[in-house]
């Protein structure tokens, strides 16, 4: 292949650019007037026109075709094919295989030379097959102008010219050593990308504008463009002045003059990612602490203490992060160089995805309209000591969290006096409920705590459809860790994949409450379900308390079959799926659960019998009016009966007194007598 | 209940049954046999629980249901405490028929002659007469009629318990061995059967705590209590009194001195009342809880 290299002209930088051409013009002057070069480009394309013309190298063949039209639009058009292929000058043709590479030195000297010095010459001089020559950004026979919107080289496609190598998966990236990843993406997504892709701005800066087109070297190298010390030369070639912008980091020229002693532009504007800013360590937390260790340093304004503990820092998630990370607004240059501070710290210059959530949240809501009661960042992670929530000291930590939301949520307090919803004590619920046991007296820090259903940052009222607390998104609130309950009730019949109703369908909490869970094999939980159940299907459960298994769980007792032991709980169906419990094939093993000798003719019992309705249970209803005939009809006669003896049995006793009275009056009379 | 076998007699006397101050020593009339007083105890005793811990079941939404059920030591044992019950009373009801063939045997030459005859419980023309003749007494167009040994409405209640054996009974063991019985009849029979159980025990509940307490034990003239059914004693006056065509008739056989007997110590009457006071206790309890719950709880 290397022998059909037909490169004469580079697209370069304009000064460059424009003495090759002059100097190309003399070369083809000097040739057109060399009539013993006798060697027409009309010969060569009398063979190299022919599509199926193939030509081999080390046993493998290739095409030698030349598409005459592109190469008479390329810069190279007007010189003969033999001012590259100098080897072939005066041969015979056809000529032989096994062309000399083509040398665009020849005339492009100066490239040539910065192109060997650099990073990719080297390579070529080791022997790297992947590094890359002049042919591959440039092209062979079809070379064009930079200026040239079609040319690879030209400024909106040098991004993916370079990124044909550097782009991940590439086997420059895989295999050689680039320090620095998803160049390509980061700078698409940088200003600098976005103005060139996005705005179409083609004096924005891509690759060659930072790192030159031919003497591209490492940053570790004096002498390369983007090295520590040149690498504010080569933003200033644009960001002129930029120094005026930076007072707060660099005081005037010492930037430009010294800048080693400070910090490079890539510190703080990380390569290829312009637009993320990190300010590095070590910028004044010394300065800073100089005044606010004192422990009677207070604000002059509002009296507040504005001592900051050293041994807070030290333990804390942002040990390594300087005061001014957070504190942006300090100058330098000042004497106070917090004196230039007008805003309060903001967590999102770094936290951009959890602000995010955050302000869309009802915390953030608030705090965007100036509420008092909204918390803001630090209400709950703490200032200077801000732990992560890995460390049992955090107010983050799982089993800290409802302690740190009962700040605010418990009864009476500010959370819970604006609340105006069903739930009431949730903290004291929740601890008594079996996630609360579950953290508190058991310490499972797997336990779900309040940031486990309303998540930590994105809470929301239950009414909004994007809280993972309403009633759409329970099921999958819960599922996270419930997953196997989950998958079980998205298939059962109260799920909303499976019945398409414009009933409301149960959710995990309608059973389970949200803040008073219980364990599910706890007697007032297998008592209350039945309640639960009963809310929608009212007539059913009813009928239930009429049999003896609702009689007994009436009574207070669980042994007794309840809604769930013959439905299901999650897996609830239709009684006519087949997997249904209650199915045809499977009722009479839904009995054996309890009743081990259970037939078919015993599955007949009727679990929901009323003596109420003559149409669906005519037997039940006249056998309960046959009996309540019989009762009444024999209270009514005995009662009669009863009822016409009583006058005539006092009248009875009355007489019997009377009698005995006499009988008395006559003893006592005797026993006088006597 | 009662069978064929002693005389007895209601007598307005004031003291009923009561051991008189005076003349302990007066031999009283034995109206039923121990065997019977026996198993009237321990029907009384039976019958309580059975209605308790049914009646638990029953009026499952009352929280006096609730109350007794744990009181009985919850539902399971309740139950346990009910079927044990059940079985006193079929032991009951065999040692009673077994009785009859005892008695038929020693006393009576033939079935005809026991059924028929003036001492057994079967009703007969005289209790139709004495039907009609109580109605008139009751609205003042007659004398009281001249009862044998046993009343028209003794009988009723007698056999009264026969039925409900037979129907409680029967509806019981289905609802006892459910798993048994439907191999024979369809499971809906085990719905059917549980009302008629119940609502055959509300009734018998109810006509024995009201009905049959009042006609047999808290008459006005008897009031506050007979307690002729544990002592088995009457006074003569009584047996005179309330079953006067019975005392005729052992007069005129001369088998009335063969019947009298010795009084019970205070102590044992004293005991017997205690029981009695329970057991009324329980039933007017029972009675009021009903209607609280059918009146005021029905659901």
């Known amino acids: 292949m290397e022998e059909l290299v037909h490169t004469l002209t580079n697209r370069s930088r304009k000064d460059a650019r424009s003495s090759f051409r002059w100097l190309g013009l003399v070369f083809f002057a000097a040739l057109w007037l060399v009539p013993a070069m006798g060697q027409e480009n009309s010969d060569c394309f009398a063979c190299h026109s022919d599509k199926a013309l193939t030509g081999t190298k080390t046993g493998k063949s290739f095409p030698v075709f030349i598409d005459e039209k592109r190469f008479g639009e390329s810069v190279h058009s007007a010189l003969t094919c033999v001012s590259c292929h100098t080897d072939l000058e005066g041969k015979e043709l056809p000529h032989a295989e096994g062309l000399a590479e083509v040398k665009c030195g020849t005339c492009h000297a100066t490239e040539q030379e910065l192109h060997a010095k650099s990073l990719h010459g080297k390579a070529i001089a080791r022997g790297d097959a992947l590094a890359p020559r002049c042919k591959d950004c440039h092209g062979k026979h079809d070379i064009l102008s930079a200026k040239n919107r079609m040319s690879p080289t030209s400024v909106l496609k040098v991004p993916f010219l370079c990124g044909k190598c550097h782009t991940e998966g590439s086997p420059v990236t895989a295999q050689r050593t680039i320090h620095q990843d998803h160049i390509l993406e980061n700078f698409s997504e940088s200003i600098h990308g976005q103005a060139l892709f996005k705005k179409g701005l083609i004096v924005a800066p891509n690759c060659v504008s930072c790192h030159t087109p031919h003497s591209i070297l490492p940053h570790t190298d004096p002498a390369s463009s983007i090295a520590r010390r040149n690498i504010a030369a080569t933003c200033t070639k644009c960001h002129a002045q930029i120094e005026v912008v930076h007072r707060k980091v660099i005081r005037g020229e010492l930037w430009e003059k010294e800048a080693n002693k400070l910090p490079a532009c890539v510190d703080c504007h990380q390569p290829h990612k312009i637009r993320k800013v990190f300010y590095t360590q070590g910028m004044a937390d010394k300065d800073c602490l100089g005044c606010h260790e004192r422990r009677d340093l207070k604000s002059s304004k509002d009296g507040r203490s504005l001592t900051v503990k050293i041994e807070e820092l030290g333990d804390s998630r942002h040990q390594k992060v300087s005061c001014s990370q957070c504190h942006s607004e300090v100058s330098v240059s000042h004497l106070r160089p917090c004196e230039t501070i007008t805003k309060k710290v903001e967590c999102s210059s770094c936290h951009a995805e959890v602000a995010q959530q955050y302000q869309v949240s009802i915390h953030g809501k608030l705090v965007s309209k100036n509420d008092p009661n909204g918390p803001t960042c630090k209400d709950c992670h703490g200032t200077h000591s801000v732990l992560g929530k890995l460390s049992p000291n955090s107010p983050t930590f799982p089993t800290n969290v409802p302690g740190l939301c009962a700040r605010c949520h418990r009864e009476g307090q500010k959370a819970a006096a604006r609340y105006t919803g069903s739930q009431h004590e949730i903290i004291e619920h929740y601890t008594e409920s079996i996630h609360g046991k579950g953290l508190m007296k058991s310490g499972l820090t797997v336990t779900a705590t309040c940031t486990s259903c309303h998540t930590p940052h994105s809470v929301l009222p239950k009414t909004d459809t994007l809280s993972s607390v309403n009633r759409k998104n329970v099921p999958q609130t819960c599922g996270r860790c419930h997953h196997g309950i989950e998958e079980q009730f998205e298939r059962s019949i109260h799920s909303v994949l499976v019945s398409k109703t414009d009933k409301e369908l149960p959710v995990c909490n309608d059973c389970h409450t949200a803040h008073t869970i219980r364990r599910a094999d706890e007697t007032g939980f297998k008592l209350e379900i039945m309640q639960q159940c009963g809310r929608c299907h009212e007539a059913i459960a009813k009928t239930y308390f009429d049999t003896y298994h609702g009689k007994v769980s009436q009574l207070g007792y669980t042994k007794t079959a309840k809604c769930y032991d013959c439905h299901g709980a999650h897996d609830i169906l239709a009684t006519a799926d087949p997997q249904s419990h209650l199915s045809r094939q499977n009722v009479v093993a839904t009995c054996q659960k309890c009743h081990a000798g259970a037939t078919r003719k015993f599955a007949g019992y009727l679990t929901h019998a009323t003596h109420h309705d003559p149409q669906k249970y005519p037997f039940l209803f006249w056998t309960f009016w046959g009996m309540t005939s019989l009762l009444v009809g024999t209270f009514v006669i005995g009662g009669i009966h009863t009822l016409l003896w009583l006058p005539r049995a006092l009248q009875m006793k009355r007489a019997n007194r009377k009698r005995m009275e006499q009988e008395n009056k006559g003893k006592n009379g005797n026993d006088k007598e006597a | ?299």
């Not at chain 2, 308790?52 to 079941?57: D, F, Q, Y």
């Not at chain 2, 006393?107 to 003749?133: A, E, Q």
């Not at chain 2, 007659?142 to 056999?159: C, H, I, M, Q, S």
């Not at chain 2, 004293?270 to 006071?277: L, M």
Request: proline content about 5%.
């Open chain 2, 1 to 299: 209940m009662e069978t064929t076998k002693k005389p007895d007699s209601e007598s307005p006397g004031l003291t009923s049954s009561e051991v008189p101050p005076t003349g302990s020593e007066e031999k009283q009339f034995l109206r039923f046999k121990r065997l019977n007083r026996i198993l009237h105890i321990v029907m009384i005793v039976s019958f309580m629980s059975l209605a308790l811990t049914g009646m638990t079941l029953k009026f499952a939404y009352t929280g006096w249901a609730a109350f007794l059920s744990r009181l009985f030591g919850g539902f399971e044992s309740a139950g346990y405490i009910h079927r044990v019950a059940a079985v006193a009373m079929i032991g009951i009801f065999i040692a009673h028929i077994v009785d009859i063939v005892r008695m038929k045997r020693h006393h009576y030459t033939s079935w005809r002659s026991f059924i028929f005859g003036p001492d057994s419980m079967v009703f007969n023309r005289k209790d139709l007469r004495d039907l009609i003749g109580n109605f008139k007494w009751f609205i003042g167009r007659g004398p009281r009629p001249a009862y044998g040994r046993w009343t028209y409405w003794e009988k009723f209640d007698y056999f009264a318990v026969f039925w409900g054996i037979a129907v409680i009974g029967s509806t019981g063991l289905t609802l006892w061995f459910p798993e048994f019985f439907t191999r024979f009849i369809p499971g809906w029979y085990l719905n059917v059967a549980t009302i008629i159980h119940s609502d055959e025990a509300l009734l018998a509940v109810g006509f024995i705590f009201t009905v049959h307490f009042f006609n047999t034990h808290l008459r006005p003239e008897k009031f506050p209590m007979d307690i002729v059914v544990f002592t088995g004693r009457m006074t003569l006056d009584e047996l005179k009194e309330d079953k006067p065509e019975e005392y005729e008739a052992l007069v005129k056989t001369g088998k009335l001195d063969v019947s009298m007997v010795e009084q019970y110590p205070p102590i044992v009457i004293r005991v017997i009342r205690t029981f009695a006071w329970t057991a009324l206790c329980v039933g007017f309890s029972i009675v009021i809880w009903i209607i609280y719950a059918m009146l005021f709880a029905y659901q």
